[in-house]
């Protein structure tokens, strides 16, 4: 009796804004409304037909591929050099560099998107002063040209979340026992040896794991997007999410029946690369077993 | 863990200096200096974010690349907190965040504690919804969301917000919980039945204090993950722009005010400094937090 008391409030909460979201995401895409009038009209697949024919879903589509294959690499990559720096005892100010580079993650997103306009400005932003000092004649206008926009965001996200991955690899490093280390002194390995044939061996199962954690957030980049582009210019950063958000809630007169269909396979998205992470998770734990 | 770092970095650091010695840790001098460099390069925006918010607005606006204002102009704050409402904002974001801080770490520490603790019917349904949910981006439950508000007619207030920010994907919580309880020891409860405590009694008065650390690492994430949330409070805001949280109103303030960056800056100052305060304070549970979704 205990138990079932004890699982009500999540189960209340996660059902209600969690479990019956995802169910009703589904019974919404086969309607047509526009949310503020009761009636909804159901029109069976024509949501689905819509959004399958919109260049404009395809394109958002093609952007979260693009950006998720551009910041994904960078921040394992990345980041998985920088733990391995900070994780050896002889660095000196460690604890310092580990504080600096987290600390873009505890700031909010939103905020950070708007600052980064400022500084990225054309005209007054400090970075585009720094290029003129350094010689190069004019601005660029980072967010403002659709072929840099994209790439620009991309940097910023980086940055912004750079310390999650350096974390989860500092967390992988510490796995690895010192005396391993020491053994391989003794007998007589040098830096470079005790790298290609201890660290990264042993942190293979970590990069699967940790590669699919990272692309996992990438699919969940609203905040940085909305605040810093708005999904423009011309739509060369929007990202399904914002895609979704224009046709529920920015557009005159909202399509729920369309958007929900749009979250939908949004949705189915998300869900395959959870499966392949799921595969991923039991493939590095057969490695971690087998060593 | 840490003790062991710092033990061996000591030792090293009370080597006498030879030649051959400052040769050797030569190559780690150049990482640092390389290291602080891509630090300040870090750190820059929010940098310049300050030294804005203390400038007058010509002064950013001329684009010089000296940090240090010419003369400090606090009355940026005043506007921010005043005539842009973050004054409003912040309390809303503090009433927000710390109800839902509240619901999520207690409802985590329930449904953790009876999931890592016990076997009954459901159980293995309930872990696996959750680990298939784990990763449900707010994009695909938001429509929903405001539906399901409107109807209970909690959209357009704070109480909506909460119980949708505490309801929405968190997960991550309840796993923390489930594999921390998992593996206390079975005698702490049969000892305590012994002596004739209940269900309840178990919970709240041994096993709960033994999982402050827990606490304090959900209790954390939550935190930053509220005061930090975008969508939810955007779409739960649009009605009522006097409950915008920092988040939302800095959005808003571009709309607004878009030339007004030195008054923008310091509003940015006033919604990011609490986090970062709170990040210096108790960055160990931070970090472990995070670090918790590798290990298991």
């Known amino acids: ?65 693009l950006f998720m294959l551009l910041v994904a690499p960078a921040r394992v990559i990345l980041s998985f050099l920088l733990a391995i720096v900070l994780n050896s005892p002889k660095l000196p100010l460690s604890k310092l560099f580990r504080t600096v ?64 991955t350096l974390v989860y690899w500092l967390a992988a490093l510490q796995t690895i026992p010192q005396d391993i280390y020491e053994a391989a002194r003794v007998d007589g390995a040098g830096v470079v040896r005790m790298f290609t044939n201890i660290t990264v061996p042993l942190l293979k199962p970590f990069l699967i794991i940790i590669s699919l954690l990272t692309i996992e957030e990438t699919l969940r980049a609203f905040d940085l997007m909305q605040t810093m582009t708005g999904g423009g210019p011309f739509f060369s950063t929007e990202i399904i999410e914002i895609y979704i958000y224009r046709w529920a809630f920015a557009a005159t007169i909202p399509q729920l029946g369309h958007a929900s269909a749009a979250a939908v396979l949004f949705g189915a998205f998300v869900f395959v690369v959870g499966l392949i992470q799921l595969w991923g998770v039991y493939s590095a734990r057969r490695m971690r077993r087998d060593r | 863990m840490m003790a062991v770092t710092d033990l061996t970095r000591r030792s090293v650091d009370r080597r006498p200096l030879t030649t051959a010695g400052v040769l050797r840790r030569l190559p780690w001098w150049i990482a640092v200096i390389f290291l602080v460099g891509v630090g300040v390069l870090w750190v820059f925006p929010f940098v310049w974010m300050v030294s804005a918010s203390l400038k007058e607005n010509a002064e950013v606006f001329a684009a010089g690349l000296n940090l240090i204002p010419s003369h400090f102009a ?115 409860e049969e000892a305590a039945v012994v002596d004739g405590a209940g269900f309840p009694r178990i919970f709240f008065s041994i096993m709960l204090p033994l999982a402050t650390p827990v606490t304090a690492t959900v209790a954390l994430l939550t935190f930053l993950a509220t005061w930090n949330a975008f969508f939810l409070p955007l779409v739960f805001t649009f009605g009522r722009p006097e409950l915008r949280t920092v988040s939302v109103g800095m959005q808003a303030f571009v709309g607004e005010s878009a030339v007004d960056w030195s008054g923008m800056a310091a509003a940015g100052v006033i919604s990011i400094l609490p986090v970062v305060a709170l990040f210096f304070f108790l960055q160990r549970y931070f970090v472990e937090g995070i670090a918790g979704a590798v290990k298991s």
């Open chain 1, 1 to 65: 009796m205990w138990i079932w008391l004890f699982l009500l409030p999540t189960v209340v909460l996660y059902g209600l804004y969690t479990i019956y979201p995802i169910v009703a995401s589904y019974w919404y895409s086969f309607v047509r409304w526009n949310g503020f009038s009761a009636e909804k009209e159901f029109v069976g697949v024509a949501n689905y037909r819509e959004v399958f024919a919109d260049p404009q879903f395809w394109n958002s589509f093609k952007i979260t591929l």
């Open chain 1, 101 to 164: 580079y987290f600390l873009p993650v505890v700031t909010t997103t939103a905020i950070v998107g708007v600052v980064m306009q400022f500084i990225l400005d054309p005209a007054s932003g400090p970075v585009n002063s720094i290029l003129q000092a350094l010689g190069f004649e004019g601005g660029i206008n980072f967010l403002g040209d659709s072929r840099t926009a994209l790439v620009t965001v991309s940097v910023v996200y980086v940055w912004k979340f750079f310390g999650i």
């Open chain 2, 74 to 188: 606090w009355e940026n704050y005043i506007r921010a907190w005043e005539d842009a409402r973050f004054g409003q904002y912040l309390i809303n974001t503090v009433i927000v965040t710390l109800w839902t801080v509240f619901l999520v770490t207690a409802r985590s520490a329930f449904c953790g504690y009876v999931l890592g603790r016990y076997r009954f019917r459901g159980s293995r349904i309930i872990m696996g919804i959750l680990l298939a949910t784990l990763f449900v981006p707010t994009g695909y439950t938001i429509i929903p969301i405001v539906q399901i508000s409107l109807q209970l007619g909690v959209i357009n207030s704070l109480t909506g917000m909460i119980l949708a920010l505490s309801g929405a994907a968190n997960v991550a919580g309840i796993l923390i919980y489930a594999g921390y309880f998992r593996q206390l020891p079975k005698e702490l």
